[in-house]
């Protein structure tokens, strides 16, 4: 069954310091690729997705993701992080042309 | 950009009452809606598929009795809570799929309701 799996349910950094957040699926294709925020009691915005092609993806509010079909990965990153980048990141996989599947989730804390 | 909406956005009711919540795409056509349910600190979990004209796909453990979802249109999906309980209570994000191109979805702002 495809599922998605995101090891780090909370993690804080300094504002300024580089972020990377882990993605990992099973799926036995490649599938399309999400990596979603959502703020307290909103609903997801994309920040980016990869569907084919150049394995490193360019998302907004200056995030990126790299899918790494060897390690069946699709990590975020960001290189300096913003006080306002505090929130809730799900990574999802969609098999083909159907529903979501979401990951735990992992929160996000911005130290000043 | 493809904008869904989502009327209330927070709502209270007594228990035993039935509530229902409205999923609109704003500026494109939806062949399908998705709700999802999410609870404090957990992520989005599938209730069901809404296409337009048909009925509902609902996934496993979902009572379809009681989370009654009609797509009557391209544009509007609605859920309908039937004799709420307090266990009820949670975040209900729908999304919409364009059915154009790569069939991308986009998510209303969700709704918050609590059942007293």
């Known amino acids: 069954a495809q599922s998605v799996t995101q090891p780090d349910i909370h993690i804080t950094v300094s504002e300024g310091a580089s972020l990377e957040l882990r993605c990992n699926y099973s799926?036995?294709?490649?599938?399309?690729l999400f990596w979603y925020v959502q703020s307290p009691g909103q609903g997801l915005q994309l920040l980016l997705k990869y569907f084919s092609g150049d394995t490193l993806v360019q998302g907004i509010k200056g995030f990126e993701a790299e899918f790494k079909r060897s390690q069946s990965s699709f990590n975020l990153r960001k290189p300096s992080v913003h006080w306002s980048d505090a929130a809730e990141y799900f990574c999802?996989?969609?098999?083909?042309?159907?529903?979501?599947?979401f990951g735990a989730g992992t929160r996000l804390a911005v130290h000043p | 950009g493809a904008v869904v909406s989502q009327h209330p956005s927070w709502v209270i009711c007594k228990s035993g009452t039935s509530v229902k919540i409205e999923c609109r795409s704003l500026d494109f056509q939806a062949t399908t809606m998705f709700w999802y349910r999410q609870f404090p600190k957990q992520s989005l979990m599938l209730m069901a598929t809404?296409?337009?004209?048909?009925?509902?796909?609902?996934e496993q453990g979902v009572e379809k009795d009681k989370f009654l979802i009609n797509h009557a249109s391209l544009t509007l999906s609605t859920l309908t809570v039937t004799s709420a309980h307090p266990e009820d209570s949670s975040f209900y994000i729908c999304?919409?799929?364009?059915?154009?191109?790569?069939?991308?979805?986009?998510f209303g702002p969700g709704t918050r309701l609590t059942v007293t």
């Open positions: 999304s919409a799929r364009d059915g154009r191109g790569s069939g991308e979805q986009y």
């Open positions: 799926y036995g294709a490649t599938p399309y």
């Open positions: 999802a996989v969609r098999p083909g042309y159907n529903k979501l599947i």
């Open positions: 809404s296409n337009e004209g048909s009925k509902a796909t609902y």
